[in-house]
């Protein structure tokens, strides 16, 4: 079955760097579009940015643009995220999903969602 494993978070001061990693297994990655989303707690999970297939084509969302990176290797189905000058605003846990709609930002049109990985920004 699909599955998706994220890795890579931790604790880090604000303006230092972090590479989240999603693990894919059991489909085509190479086939789908790719998206990491974040989540608070209390709040609703949130767009961060994503990938096309091939990875020539990406979209952030405005809080992260400039400062975070969406990429991937096919070769080795994975999905990277490369977080630099954190904020404190940045903690949440970071989950991966398989994209269905090039072009959205609702997690309605991502699925497979892994267990998450948490980032924490001190101050």
């Known amino acids: 079955q699909v599955q998706l494993v994220e890795s890579g978070g931790g604790l880090v001061q604000a303006g230092g760097s972090l590479r989240l990693s999603c693990g894919a297994s059991?489909?085509?990655?190479?086939?789908?579009?790719m998206g990491w989303f974040r989540q608070a707690p209390g709040n609703e999970r949130d767009f961060v940015a994503a990938?096309?297939?091939?990875?020539?084509?990406?979209y952030y969302a405005d809080s992260v643009k400039g400062r975070f990176t969406i990429s991937r290797d096919n070769a080795k189905n994975t999905l990277y995220l490369q977080m630099d000058s954190l904020k404190p605003e940045d903690t949440a846990f970071y989950y991966c999903g398989r994209g269905f709609v090039w072009g959205s930002t609702r997690p309605a049109d991502f699925d497979s969602w892994g267990q998450g990985t948490q980032v924490r920004v001190s101050s």
């Open positions: 059991g489909y085509t990655f190479r086939s789908y579009a």
């Open positions: 990938i096309s297939w091939g990875g020539s084509s990406t």
